[in-house]
């Protein structure tokens, strides 16, 4: 199947169809990790009262969107990671640090850097280590499509929690099932392990095992290629040195959620 055939199944499915009637439950998305911001940031450090400049990942152990990041940094060469409790965060790092006081942010070449999906891209780019991202162009309008409807697919997830129908998260793991049989050199969403499967690990990490406790709802039954997917995901070092208990996880998120 070409990439233009592709792209037109996904266009004219229920799932593309219903992604835009979705409410945006924004404050309970962003809740995964408390709030984060919602555009890239830049911030010169040189006021920061430091011998030399560190490259240093500022990270939350229990944050989703921190993990990406974590993964990314993972498969590259090694960045000192510094944890931020994020229900105690320091003052200084807001102070001298990263302004929006957010998780994750990249202190590297004196800028600091925030956003989960642009730091996997800068991580990919500016550090020695296997490539993550495609080349072909193609391939890389694929890969930005997927990038592009991770959040779609949380907010999908929370939509479902929030009410009795499991319609739209059915509409959303089909979604996903759909997009890993684009390719069959491997079984991640580009064939080979990327920055695709990195953006969604940490919320299937999470939303697997919470549905199946609140929901009693399984999203790989009927999903063969999905389950592949999770089973092979799991066998990356990068992704399972950053993995939390199940159980953990769905406890923070109900809790978040307010959920019974």
Known sequence: MTSSS??????????????????????????????????????????????????????????????????????KEKIKLV????????????EKVYPPNKVPSLEHDNEVRGESLDLMKYIDSSFEGPALYPNDPAMREFAEELLSYSDTFNRAVLFSLKGESLNEISLAVNYLETALSKFSDGPFFLGQFSLVDIAYAPFVERFHPLLLEVKNYDI???????????????????????????????????????IK
């Open 83 to 94: 944890p931020i409790d994020l229900e105690d965060r320091p003052s200084w790092y807001k």
């Open 220 to 258: 790989t039954t009927g999903r063969p290629t999905l389950r592949s997917w999770i089973e092979n995901v799991n066998k990356i070092e990068a992704y399972k040195q950053t993995k939390r208990d199940p159980q953990e996880l769905v406890a923070v998120l109900k809790k978040r959620f307010s």
């Open 6 to 75: 592709y792209a037109n199944l996904l266009s004219t499915s229920p799932f593309h169809k219903v992604a835009h009637k979705l409410p945006s439950y924004s404050l309970p998305l962003q809740a995964l990790c408390l709030r984060r911001s919602t555009r890239p940031f830049s911030n010169k450090t040189s006021a920061v009262p430091k011998a030399a400049i560190a490259t240093e990942l500022y990270t939350s152990y229990i944050c989703p969107y921190a993990q990406r990041v974590w993964i990314a940094r993972n498969s």
